[in-house]
């Protein structure tokens, strides 16, 4: 067991605190009525338990947290945080732990000849080729990537309780003994589950989706597991934890807290973990840090070397979040680094068009629309105007929940690039979205004037300026000369906006004077993207729509190169979508639901369960999902399957058919944007709901209520953790999707919000949304580094300079 210097609940309870309240940049906000009012507390319950001496030297007489700056709060929370922690010195065994940091550095043998942290990790003993190609699997090729391989979390062996003992909703580490186990139905999918006991009593534990477990848990095997205790029909029950199998009575780990890595077929804990321990104290070591010390010391961050070894191995938890806050910080700082620098660069770059903003023709626009602009309507589009009447080139993101009216905003830019002779192009991520803002473009067009068809993908509108206004859609399934007639046109400046996918435009269209370029469904959209595209000869103004609530750091992190605008209202009038979370005995009538919608005409969405492991699983399940539900439940009515193992081209077929009304449920996996508009599908019924962020789950739930029916969203989840039942009652009763975001970021890491990988940036495994402090930090520090060397020709900043592009050459290739 720890000792420390303090103990006891209302310890950890203050422990947490300066946690949470690090996270949220000591803005003391973490306490309802403030952090003073909590310490009082705590000093009368340290002294009833005999801790007064100690809690004296956290807040001595007069301390007032409320009446410090932010950084005296930190270093005051550090103080404390150290107070509480440190080990007394008269136990020897901590005694001897606490002694051995810092790390003395142990002189590293020189590399055996030949080894780089790029060799591949069959370069490392005991990883043959077939081990190599399960890492690589996890995206684990290289010594460097094995050392950037971190744990998922620690198995806390200092936090061991006994059955009778386990609290409900904490992490705790059991060990016991495996009296029986099996596989289970979990909710209409195979899973394990295992009774283990030990002399105080037994409790049960449940994998789902992990049917396989039930064979390498023989009875009377000694297991150990790590994770929160739920409680299921009035019975604690540990949910899906981490587990081990003790080969002996004894404890396996002289550490306390013990690397849980990301696992695959064919690797198990105990191998990954020796392996990762060869390679890290191998070559940590001999990490050069790549931030100048400068940065180190005025962040108060951790040498890399230690900070790599720490994560994977720490002596504490205090050490490894202190690892944790180094590795993150630089994940934040490499990013901002190329943020940073792209931002001058455009700034630089030789001038757009500057528009004159026509009046006349806004008010046109707005007379001729059935509705007024909201507030926040008008608000983006003078922001926006504005840009666009300088000569310096407009980067903009427009961010508005689903139905907002983003599109209409774009709409009345794209007329001014028109009115001022320029050309403008909207970029959708697939066919059927640009199709969608053809049409939505087109009929708000047709109310301000005439509209002469030429073809179906060309219109013009004779009373519309340049006088006439011409729009095209240039899609991949248009034949050859009519793509061909488009493109001539576009060079020759006979077509005023093209309407199109990102990859078709980018790739086969010349224009004659680019002056806009409208951007959706950004987050397939990376900063490199948005570089290229001004490098493409014109340097257009570029406006960037996201329908993803973002919150601040995520919008610092992905669009740091851009301004923001927000729409943050609806139109007035919308029919709420009514959300409703079902108990696992209520399937059946949720199918009859969807029946009984489809019976009156209507279509509904299925969306399958998140499974983390792979895309490839993800798309076996969803088959498996299609094929229960086409032949079991639905045998009447016409399905229809996507997943993210289709061709684009099958998924655009799929997803036209639904359109087109013939299909009736869409099942799908949840790596597949839904993004489409189907007015007539009133019903979004989501699997394993407790699964999904509340981003997530709102961005689903956005795909129905698009028409004039009313529509339903139905959370189906088959044992919820406790997280998760709070997710599915937050998610039940809030319709704000920014709300939705910020709660987002309190319950999950920026992994769930949207994949780094799709956004062509780098990955980011240990910083979180949560953030906000760091990135602020590692922003003004990035900026102030710029500004000394923009280049970063010093010499002293030649490994920086190496590191940043590294990580952003990775960063687009995933883009
Ligand atoms: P977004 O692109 O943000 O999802 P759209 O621009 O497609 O939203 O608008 C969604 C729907 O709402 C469209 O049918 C549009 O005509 C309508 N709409 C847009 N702005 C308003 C408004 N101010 N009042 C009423 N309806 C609006
Ligand atoms: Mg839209």
């Not at 200092?158 to 289970?184: F, H, K, M, P, Y």
């Amino acid at each position: 067991m720890r000792t420390t210097a303090a103990s006891g609940p209302h310890v950890e309870a203050l422990l947490k605190i300066l946690e949470l309240e690090r996270s949220k940049g000591y803005g003391d906000v973490v306490v309802v009525g403030g952090l003073d009012r909590y310490l009082q507390n705590y000093l009368k319950k340290a002294r009833d338990t005999g801790g007064s001496s100690s809690a004296s030297r956290i807040c001595p007489p007069d301390f007032r947290y409320a009446a410090l700056a932010k950084e005296q709060r930190r270093q005051w929370a550090e103080k404390t945080r150290r107070l509480l922690t440190e080990r007394p010195s008269d136990k020897p065994s901590s005694a001897k732990k606490s002694s051995a940091r810092p790390v003395p550095v142990k002189q590293a043998p020189p590399p055996p000849p030949g080894m780089t942290l790029d060799s591949p990790i069959t370069a490392v003993k005991g990883i043959g080729p077939s081990m190599a190609s399960r890492f690589a699997k996890l995206g684990v090729r290289t010594i460097r990537e094995m050392l950037y391989f971190f744990p998922r979390r620690h198995m806390d062996y200092g936090n061991q309780r006994r059955i009778s003992e386990l609290d409900v909703g904490l992490e705790q580490t059991l060990v016991a003994t495996v009296w029986e186990a099996r596989q289970v139905n979990l909710g209409g999918r195979l899973g394990t589950e295992a009774i283990v006991g030990d002399e105080t009593g037994n409790v049960r534990a449940v994998w789902f989706n992990q049917p396989y477990l039930a064979q390498r848990f023989r009875t009377n095997a000694r297991l150990v597991l790590f994770g929160k205790v739920g409680v299921y029909k009035g019975k604690k029950v540990f949910e899906s934890p981490e587990w081990e199998l003790l080969e002996s009575e004894a404890l396996p780990h002289a550490d306390m807290l013990v690397p849980v890595y990301p696992l695959t077929e064919g690797l198990y804990p105990r191998s990954v973990r020796r392996l990762a321990k060869a390679v890290v104290s191998g070559w940590a070591p001999r990490l050069g840090d790549h931030l100048p010390g400068e940065v180190r010391n005025r962040c108060a961050l951790m040498p890399l070397s230690e900070a790599i070894q720490q994560a994977h191995f720490p002596d504490s938890s205090e050490s490894r979040n202190e690892a944790r806050r180094r590795l993150a910080f630089d994940e934040l700082f490499l990013i901002q680094m190329g943020v940073a620098a792209r931002k001058l660069e455009w700034q630089e770059t030789q001038a757009s068009a500057a528009f004159r903003i026509d009046d006349d023709l806004l008010r046109r626009f707005g007379h001729g629309l059935p509705f007024s602009f909201t507030p926040a309507q008008e608000r983006a589009l003078k922001e926006i105007l504005t840009d666009v009447s300088q000569t310096r080139p407009m980067s903009r993101l427009l961010e508005g929940d689903v139905g907002s009216g983003k599109t209409v905003v774009a709409t009345a830019a794209l007329m001014m690039a028109a009115a001022n002779g320029c050309q403008g192009v909207l970029m959708a991520p697939t066919e059927i979205l640009a199709e969608q803002h053809f049409n939505t473009i087109s009929t708000i067009l047709s109310r301000l004037g005439l509209c002469e068809e030429e073809s179906g993908l060309l219109l013009r509108f004779p009373s519309l300026p340049p006088y006439p206004f011409v729009m095209a859609l240039l899609t991949g399934s248009l034949k050859a000369g009519a793509k061909r007639k488009i493109q001539k046109q576009a060079v020759e400046g006979g077509v005023h906006l093209v309407i199109g996918t990102h990859a078709l435009i980018q790739k086969s269209v010349e224009f004659r004077k680019l002056g806009l370029v409208v951007v959706d469904e950004q987050h397939r959209f990376g900063v490199l993207q948005r570089s290229a595209l001004r490098q493409k000869g014109a340097n257009p103004h570029v406006l960037v729509m996201t329908a993803t609530p973002i919150p601040r750091t995520l919008a610092l992190t992905l669009y740091g190169d851009l301004d923001l605008s927000v729409i943050d209202e609806l139109p007035p009038g919308r029919v709420a979508i009514e959300t409703k979370w079902l108990e696992p005995a209520q399937r059946q009538a949720a199918y009859n639901f969807v029946r009984r919608k489809i019976g009156e005409g209507r279509q509904a969405f299925v969306v399958c369960p998140l499974i983390e492991e792979s895309e490839s699983i993800e798309a076996k399940a969803a088959v498996a999902e299609y094929k229960r539900l086409s032949e079991e439940i639905f045998p009447d009515l016409r399905l229809g399957l996507l997943h993210g193992r289709m061709s684009s081209a099958d998924k655009e077929s799929v997803m036209r058919s639904f359109k087109d009304r013939q299909l009736d449920i869409l099942v799908s996996t949840p790596v597949v944007e839904v993004g489409i508009d189907v007015p007539n599908a009133v019903v979004m019924l989501i699997e394993g709901a407790d699964r999904f962020g509340l981003s997530q789950l709102h961005q689903f739930r956005g795909r129905v209520g698009r028409g004039e029916h009313k529509s339903y969203c139905l959370l189906l989840a088959e044992s919820p953790s406790f997280e998760g039942r709070e997710r599915l009652k937050i998610i039940e009763r809030t319709r704000d999707g920014f709300l939705l975001a910020e709660e987002d970021l309190w319950l999950r890491g920026p992994g769930e919000f949207f994949g780094t990988q799709q956004s062509g940036l780098p990955d980011l495994r240990m910083a979180r949304l949560s953030d906000v402090a760091l990135l602020e930090i590692a922003r003004a520090e990035a900026i102030r580094l710029l500004a000394s060397d923009r280049g970063l020709k010093r010499p002293e900043h030649r490994l920086l300079a190496k590191e940043v592009a590294r990580v952003w050459r990775a960063g687009g290739e995933a883009g």
